[in-house]
C-alpha cells in the first residue's frame, strides 16, 4: 500500500510557519514565552477591567432595549463604552490568538505591538495614569518577542 507524499497534499497556496510543519512531523514545538506571557497578561487586563466595571445600574436598562429609540444618559453611555462596547471582547478574541500563536512558537507581527503600545500611551497621555499603562505590559512583552523573532531570522537568512 503506497502513501502520498504529505507534500504533495498541502496546496501550493497554503501559507502555513516551520513551527506548523513541524506539528504535522511530530516534532515538538518550543512555545514562545513571551507570546504566551502577552496573552496571559491581555487576558488578565481584560478580566480585571470587567470586573472593576461590571457593578452597575445600566445593565437592565441596557437589555431592555429602551436605548435603541431614546438618547443614553451621560451616566449610561460612559458606562456602555467602558464594558460591553469597550476593548474586551476585542482585547480577549486578540488574547486567544496571541495564546494560540505563542503556543505555536510564533510571535505576532511587529505591527500589533506597536499599535497596542501607542494606543495605550495615547490613551494615558489623554487621560492620565489609568489601567492603560497595565496595556503596555503585553505591548513590550510582544515587542521584544517579535523583535527577538527578526533577530533570529536574520540569522538563519
Known amino acids: 500500500m503506497t502513501h502520498p507524499d504529505t507534500a504533495a497534499s498541502i496546496p501550493s497556496s497554503a501559507s502555513y510557519t516551520v513551527a506548523d510543519a513541524a506539528h504535522r512531523d511530530g516534532a515538538s514545538v518550543r512555545p514562545d514565552r513571551l507570546t504566551v506571557s502577552a496573552a ?6 481584560s478580566a480585571l477591567h ?14 431592555a432595549g429602551p436605548f435603541r429609540t431614546t438618547q443614553l444618559p451621560l ?18 478574541l486578540l488574547a486567544l ?35 492603560f499603562l497595565l496595556l503596555l505590559i503585553p505591548a513590550t512583552l510582544l515587542l521584544i518577542a517579535s523583535l527577538r523573532s527578526r533577530r533570529g531570522t536574520e540569522r538563519r537568512g
Do not use: E, K
Open 50 to 63: 470587567t470586573v472593576a466595571f461590571a457593578l452597575h445600574p445600566w445593565w437592565g436598562a441596557w437589555m
Open 40 to 45: 496571559i497578561a491581555l487576558l488578565t487586563i
Open 97 to 131: 490568538l496571541l495564546l494560540r500563536a505563542g503556543r505555536r512558537g510564533d510571535t505576532a507581527p511587529l505591527y500589533v505591538s506597536l499599535i497596542l503600545g501607542t494606543w495605550a500611551l495615547l490613551c494615558i497621555w489623554m487621560v492620565g495614569p489609568s489601567g
Open 75 to 92: 451616566d449610561a453611555a460612559v458606562q456602555f463604552w467602558g464594558l460591553p462596547g469597550g476593548f474586551v471582547v476585542p482585547g480577549v
